[in-house]
Antibody
Framework: QITLKESGPTLVKPTQTLTLTCTFS??????????VGWIRQPPGKALECLAL???????RYSPSLKSRLSVSKDTSKNQVVLTMTNMDPVDTATYYC????????????WGQGTLVTVSS | DIVMTQSPDSLAVSLGERATINCKSS????????????LAWYQQKPGQPPNLLIY???TRASGVPDRFSGSGSGTDFTLTISTLQADDMAVYYC?????????FGGGTKVEIQ
């Protein structure tokens, strides 16, 4: 059974760097064709895909946020880490990590999400 | 970026009636080499993460009731709930995975009339 769980701070100050960890089970990022995505959702708004990381180490970022994002994986720990620099109140959102369906970039399993508030 | 436009923003449907949600992509998401449309539909209930309903535009995900169906090709797609149940109250999103950046529609809220 595939599960994912996001962890990290619930409150960050403007200009700070956010670091979120996705800890998963039921699959391995050492397996070909596997990927994990980070998706966020501001309160009452739509979904936005931030980043993807694949088993082969390839990474994809939202073009509008690319300069602020970094994603990495620790295969031995079954974790994926997302960092976002220079946080702003508009970055207040629920951040989800999700399992990418085999060899296709849609998401069949999602974590419960973590609400991150950016405020001084 | 491929822009995904959903309509309507919201709709109210009586229990047992049909609900239809539209999704339009700004360019084709049909990959000619395999004749597949790179479109997924999700259902999201309040306080919960999205739940995958449909992929490849018309393939139901595991455990999804058959009252949910997806159709369309190229740039125009539809999610249909054939007989609305109370449990179907939610926001529905389409997502293209033809190319990165992956993009979602703005969502359609389905309410009970």
């Amino acid at each position: 059974q595939i599960t994912l769980k996001e962890s990290g701070p619930t409150l960050v100050k403007p200009t700070q760097t956010l670091t979120l960890t996705c800890t998963f089970s039921g699959f391995s990022l050492a397996t070909n064709g596997v990927g994990v995505g980070w998706i966020r959702q501001p309160p009452g708004k739509a979904l936005e895909c931030l980043a993807l990381i694949y088993s082969n180490g390839d990474k994809r970022y939202s073009p509008s946020l690319k300069s602020r994002l970094s994603v990495s994986k620790d295969t031995s720990k079954n974790q994926v880490v997302l960092t976002m620099t220079n946080m702003d109140p508009v970055d207040t959102a629920t951040y989800y990590c999700a399992h990418q369906y085999d060899w296709a970039d849609f998401f069949d399993y999602w974590g419960q999400g973590t609400l991150v508030t950016v405020s001084s | 970026d491929i822009v995904m436009t959903q309509s309507p923003d919201s709709l109210a449907v009586s229990l047992g009636e049909r609900a239809t949600i539209n999704c339009k992509s700004s360019q084709t998401i049909l990959y000619n080499s395999n004749n597949k449309n790179y479109l997924a539909w999700y259902q999201q209930k309040p306080g919960q993460p999205p739940n995958l309903l449909i992929y490849w535009a018309s393939t139901r995900a595991s455990g999804v009731p058959d009252r949910f169906s997806g159709s369309g090709s190229g740039t125009d797609f539809t999610l249909t709930i054939s007989t609305l149940q109370a449990d179907d109250m939610a926001v529905y999103y389409c997502q293209q995975y033809y190319t990165t950046p992956l993009t979602f529609g703005g969502g359609t809220k389905v309410e009970i009339q």
